[in-house]
């Protein structure tokens, strides 16, 4: 792998094992304008005057359409068909804090809580929750839901244990 940087040492790229370019164009504001997969694919990007993505579109026509908050986070992403039909729309919801509580799309819908420390608590996906506490040093110690029962031990910020059920 070979990695590669323009003028303004923003990643441009990477060569791969077999000579292929996957490379990143940028727009004069720094903006990322164009993703040039290795064969050849060309996705593009547009930006509002508040610099948020608006929308990218496949080297096919078809594109993914960006809505923002107030806050410029984004609240809605629409699929569009190359023939401009729409494909399907994800809406997405936060708290007051600004971290993701929901996400919606036609295929499913995932919620997340958090405790006072921003920590995600519960995690549901189309209805199956899997839950989360934390050990006194923030690190995720139990994670319980469709699966048994895990029990994670953490020393100087590495996993130094894993029980799953009762073993």
């Known amino acids: 792998m070979c990695y590669h940087y323009n003028?303004?040492?923003e990643f441009a790229g990477v060569t791969n094992s077999q000579g292929r370019?996957?490379?990143?164009?940028?727009?004069p504001s720094g903006r990322l304008s164009e993703e040039r997969h290795y064969d050849g694919r060309m996705y593009r990007y547009q930006y509002d005057v508040a610099d948020r993505l608006v929308q990218r579109t496949a080297p096919d026509g078809s594109a993914?359409?960006?809505e923002h908050d107030a806050a410029g986070r984004i609240?809605?992403?629409t699929a569009q068909k190359a023939d401009g039909e729409t494909d399907g729309i994800t809406e997405l919801a936060y708290d007051v804090a600004g971290r993701l509580t929901k996400a919606a799309s036609p295929d499913a819908v995932v919620e997340y809580a958090y405790n006072r420390a921003g920590q995600v608590t519960s995690e549901?996906?189309?209805g199956e929750a899997v839950q989360s506490g934390?050990?006194?040093?923030?690190?995720?110690?139990?994670v319980e839901g469709i699966l048994a029962p895990l029990q994670l031990a953490w020393q100087s910020g590495r996993l130094s244990s894993l029980g799953i059920g009762s073993h």
């Open 21 to 27: 370019d996957w490379t990143y164009g940028f727009d």
């Open 124 to 126: 549901t996906v189309n």
């Open 75 to 77: 609240t809605r992403i």
């Open 134 to 142: 934390y050990d006194a040093g923030g690190q995720r110690a139990v």
């Open 7 to 9: 003028a303004e040492a």
């Open 64 to 66: 993914l359409h960006y």
